[in-house]
């Protein structure tokens, strides 16, 4: 892990020519289900790939390979909610945003409780703390003043953000400048999910006494106000936790759930998919099986017995090879499923059953095996052993998952696509890249790799991506010295470097610190991986990749903005 830097050309070339490789063999299938498709399959964000329009090629090609993609998915909170999905949860009481209103009334609160405490100085409720205007001239951060300076310059510099939760401002490095930290999302974001952020401000007095921000530092500026976060804690039960300085983001609470006791274990109802013929194929396919698994759980009323331990199909990967033992909770957002769904960890359960079943020799388990997904969630609906555990030792591809919720069981499984939220370690990084750019920036998307090599299947995507090319196309659609993030699977760094003189240009390899081992991100996976460091694979570059070009404010895509080639090869849009 000591070379991280230097190693990631190498690693972005390995990927792309690996995902070259995979993409091409399964590519002459692809476009024959692409173009039987064609006419009903319209993704309404090329390369987004949207849950509703993978719903619909799946559903269509029942036994349909699927296609190796670095493409990754939306996820539950990428999504519009579906007439048929649960509505959104509001969002917890705790959890009212600071608006005008918000700051009014404490200013009111503090005018009335000055007023009472300079006729009454024995009043000394929290809320009543004395604090006169800046008369003075002396900047005091904990005066209330303070924050309710900083809050509304908050208001009118960041309109697309909704603000919680402010913590009471420190001192900053010199007299005049206060950290304050605050949660925050963006109103743009379909999820309640809020991250932190934390700026040094430097405020003055007015002429008339009050406190006014004059200058506002950039994103994580306030180090001195970092660390004293609390979880929500009225949020929670009602207690607030105590500060705790550790390198966890103690907004992520994904440790795994017991049973407790046996009786807890005995009274459930699981349903248990054993390992698959899903395991180590492509992402997307990992979800599509997930889900209807966890599908089936749901329409037995059954909690799922879930297994942490991903494979990373080749692609993704750095070494070219499929790796074993990577963790779901690297990708995906398991306190978000633990909220949402009944699930119970794979090690756990096996745990607790073999205790059972070492302890009450006379009365096992009942367990219900059912070997081929022929058999129905319907017929299962009746059953009612504690354990009904579906093996798929068949060959391919009759031993995917996802075969079970085909047919008829697709129309009583709905897949509970709300469960899964990405990763908010991932999602910290994207966050991150965001505010440092203020949430102001545009994006654009760029193609290339296989696929600009391909003049057959895509003969202007070479030449519609070339950097002069790029620079008039640019011109048209985004203004001149904004902030551009570029997307792209390009592995050469250098190659944009013709857009530097118009824009200010922004790639996902100028943030390598946020994933580098000095940054949260390393600290917190390496905890959850026993120590050991764990890689940015590719498939986390391309999730981080894909969600910040996703906030950028004008989106240029590839497909369809920059060249008229089809996303999927000749003929096919
Ligand atoms: C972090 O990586 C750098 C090089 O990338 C290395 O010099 C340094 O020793 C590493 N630090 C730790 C704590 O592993
Ligand atoms: C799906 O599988 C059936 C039998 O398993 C086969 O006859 C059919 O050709 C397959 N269809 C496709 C599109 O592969
Ligand atoms: C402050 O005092 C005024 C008048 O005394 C009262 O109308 C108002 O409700 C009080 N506001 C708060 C927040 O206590
Ligand atoms: C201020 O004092 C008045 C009268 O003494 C009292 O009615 C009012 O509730 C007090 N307000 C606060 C905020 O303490
Ligand atoms: C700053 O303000 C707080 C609250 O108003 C007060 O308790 C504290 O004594 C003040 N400190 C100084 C140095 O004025
Ligand atoms: C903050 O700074 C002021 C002077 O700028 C000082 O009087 C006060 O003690 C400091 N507070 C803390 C908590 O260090
Ligand atoms: C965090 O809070 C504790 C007490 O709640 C305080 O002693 C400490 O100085 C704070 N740390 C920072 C960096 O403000
Ligand atoms: C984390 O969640 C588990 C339940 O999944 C709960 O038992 C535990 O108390 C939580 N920990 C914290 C620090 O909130
Ligand atoms: C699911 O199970 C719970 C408890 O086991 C029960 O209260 C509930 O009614 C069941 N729901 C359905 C739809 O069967
Ligand atoms: C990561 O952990 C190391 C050692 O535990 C600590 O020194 C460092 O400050 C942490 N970094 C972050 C960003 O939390
Ligand atoms: C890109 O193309 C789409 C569809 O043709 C269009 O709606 C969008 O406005 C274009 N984006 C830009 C930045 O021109």
């Given at each position: 892990?000591?070379?991280n830097?230097?190693?990631?050309?190498?690693?972005a070339q390995?990927?792309?020519?690996?995902?070259?490789?995979?993409?091409?063999?399964?590519?002459?299938?692809?476009v024959?289900?692409f173009?039987?498709?064609?006419?009903?399959?319209?993704?309404p964000?090329?390369?987004?790939?949207s849950?509703p329009?993978?719903?619909?090629?799946?559903?269509q090609?029942?036994n349909?390979?699927?296609?190796i993609?670095?493409?990754?998915?939306k996820?539950?909170e990428?999504?519009?909610?579906s007439?048929?999905?649960?509505p959104?949860p509001?969002?917890?009481?705790?959890?009212?945003a600071?608006?005008?209103?918000v700051?009014?009334?404490?200013?009111?609160q503090?005018?009335?409780?000055?007023?009472?405490?300079?006729?009454?100085?024995?009043?000394?409720?929290?809320?009543?703390l004395?604090?006169?205007?800046?008369?003075?001239?002396?900047i005091?951060?904990?005066?209330?003043?303070?924050?309710?300076?900083?809050?509304?310059?908050?208001?009118?510099?960041f309109?697309?953000?909704?603000f919680?939760?402010?913590?009471p401002?420190?001192?900053?490095?010199?007299?005049?400048?206060?950290?304050?930290a605050w949660?925050?999302?963006?109103?743009?974001?379909?999820?309640?999910?809020?991250?932190r952020?934390?700026?040094?401000?430097?405020?003055?007095?007015?002429d008339d006494?009050?406190?006014?921000?004059?200058?506002?530092?950039?994103?994580?500026?306030?180090?001195n106000a970092?660390?004293?976060?609390?979880?929500?804690?009225a949020?929670?039960?009602?207690k607030?936790?105590?500060p705790?300085?550790?390198?966890?983001?103690?907004?992520?609470?994904?440790?795994?759930?017991?049973?407790?006791?046996?009786?807890?274990?005995?009274n459930?109802?699981?349903l248990?998919?054993s390992?698959?013929?899903?395991?180590?194929?492509?992402?997307?396919?990992?979800?599509w099986?997930?889900?209807?698994g966890?599908?089936?759980?749901?329409?037995?009323?059954?909690?799922?017995?879930?297994?942490l331990?991903v494979?990373?199909?080749?692609?993704?990967?750095?070494?070219?090879?499929?790796?074993?033992g990577?963790?779901?909770?690297?990708?995906?957002?398991?306190?978000?499923?633990?909220?949402?769904?009944s699930?119970?960890?794979?090690?756990?359960?096996l745990?607790?059953?073999?205790?059972w079943?070492?302890?009450?020799?006379?009365?096992k388990?009942?367990?219900?095996?059912?070997?081929?997904?022929?058999?129905?969630?319907?017929?299962?609906?009746?059953?009612?052993?504690?354990?009904?555990?579906?093996?798929?030792?068949?060959?391919?591809?009759?031993?995917?998952?996802?075969?079970?919720?085909?047919?008829?069981?697709?129309?009583?499984?709905?897949?509970?696509?709300?469960?899964?939220?990405?990763?908010?370690?991932l999602?910290?990084i994207?966050?991150?890249?965001s505010?440092?750019?203020?949430?102001?920036?545009?994006?654009?998307h760029?193609?290339?790799?296989?696929?600009?090599?391909?003049?057959?299947?895509?003969?202007?995507?070479?030449?519609d991506t070339?950097?002069?090319?790029?620079?008039?196309?640019?011109?048209?659609?985004?203004?001149?010295?904004?902030?551009?993030?570029?997307?792209?699977?390009e592995?050469?760094?250098?190659?944009?470097?013709?857009?530097?003189s118009?824009y200010k240009?922004?790639?996902?390899?100028?943030?390598?610190?946020?994933?580098g081992n000095?940054?949260e991100?390393?600290?917190?996976?390496?905890?959850l991986?026993?120590?050991?460091?764990?890689e940015?694979d590719?498939?986390?570059?391309?999730?981080?990749?894909?969600?910040?070009?996703?906030r950028?404010?004008?989106?240029?895509?590839?497909?369809?903005?920059?060249?008229?080639?089809?996303?999927?090869?000749?003929?096919?849009?």
């Amino acid at each position: 892990m000591s070379s991280n830097s230097s190693r990631t050309e190498p690693i972005a070339q390995n990927i792309i020519k690996l995902i070259s490789n995979l993409c091409f063999s399964v590519f002459v299938f692809s476009v024959l289900i692409f173009t039987v498709i064609a006419i009903t399959y319209h993704p309404p964000d090329p390369w987004l790939e949207s849950t509703p329009a993978l719903t619909n090629l799946f559903t269509q090609s029942q036994n349909a390979t699927f296609r190796i993609d670095s493409s990754v998915l939306k996820t539950g909170e990428d999504l519009a909610p579906s007439p048929q999905d649960p509505p959104l949860p509001s969002p917890p009481p705790s959890a009212s945003a600071v608006t005008e209103a918000v700051i009014e009334k404490s200013e009111q609160q503090i005018a009335n409780s000055t007023a009472n405490s300079t006729a009454d100085s024995t009043d000394s409720t929290d809320a009543a703390l004395p604090s006169p205007p800046a008369c003075d001239g002396t900047i005091n951060c904990s005066n209330p003043r303070v924050r309710i300076a900083i809050q509304r310059f908050n208001l009118r510099a960041f309109k697309s953000i909704a603000f919680f939760d402010y913590q009471p401002p420190v001192n900053g490095s010199v007299a005049g400048e206060c950290d304050v930290a605050w949660r925050f999302r963006n109103k743009r974001e379909r999820s309640w999910r809020k991250y932190r952020d934390f700026r040094r401000f430097k405020i003055a007095v007015t002429d008339d006494c009050r406190y006014k921000v004059v200058h506002a530092g950039g994103w994580h500026s306030g180090a001195n106000a970092r660390r004293n976060m609390t979880r929500s804690g009225a949020a929670r039960g009602g207690k607030t936790l105590p500060p705790r300085a550790s390198a966890r983001d103690d907004e992520i609470n994904d440790t795994i759930p017991t049973l407790g006791s046996e009786t807890n274990f005995r009274n459930g109802k699981y349903l248990y998919y054993s390992r698959g013929g899903d395991y180590c194929k492509g992402m997307n396919h990992y979800l599509w099986s997930f889900l209807c698994g966890l599908g089936e759980a749901m329409f037995l009323n059954r909690t799922f017995v879930m297994d942490l331990s991903v494979c990373l199909a080749s692609t993704y990967n750095p070494s070219n090879k499929d790796e074993e033992g990577k963790d779901f909770r690297y990708y995906f957002d398991f306190e978000h499923l633990k909220e949402t769904a009944s699930i119970v960890e794979e090690g756990e359960f096996l745990r607790d059953w073999k205790n059972w079943d070492k302890t009450h020799l006379k009365k096992k388990i009942p367990v219900r095996k059912v070997v081929n997904h022929k058999v129905t969630p319907m017929q299962l609906k009746k059953d009612k052993s504690t354990i009904i555990w579906r093996q798929f030792d068949a060959p391919e591809p009759e031993n995917y998952w996802y075969r079970v919720c085909e047919g008829e069981a697709a129309k009583n499984i709905q897949r509970p696509w709300h469960a899964v939220w990405k990763s908010k370690r991932l999602m910290n990084i994207v966050t991150e890249i965001s505010g440092r750019l203020d949430w102001d920036f545009d994006a654009v998307h760029v193609v290339r790799g296989e696929k600009a090599q391909n003049k057959e299947l895509w003969p202007h995507l070479d030449y519609d991506t070339s950097p002069d090319v790029l620079v008039e196309k640019l011109k048209w659609m985004v203004q001149p010295w904004r902030h551009l993030y570029i997307a792209t699977n390009e592995p050469y760094y250098n190659y944009f470097d013709k857009l530097r003189s118009n824009y200010k240009v922004h790639l996902l390899d100028d943030y390598k610190e946020l994933w580098g081992n000095t940054s949260e991100w390393y600290n917190e996976t390496t905890l959850l991986n026993n120590g050991k460091p764990v890689e940015f694979d590719g498939y986390m570059r391309v999730a981080v990749d894909t969600e910040v070009f996703y906030r950028g404010k004008t989106r240029v895509e590839t497909f369809y903005n920059l060249t008229k080639d089809c996303k999927d090869g000749v003929n096919t849009c």
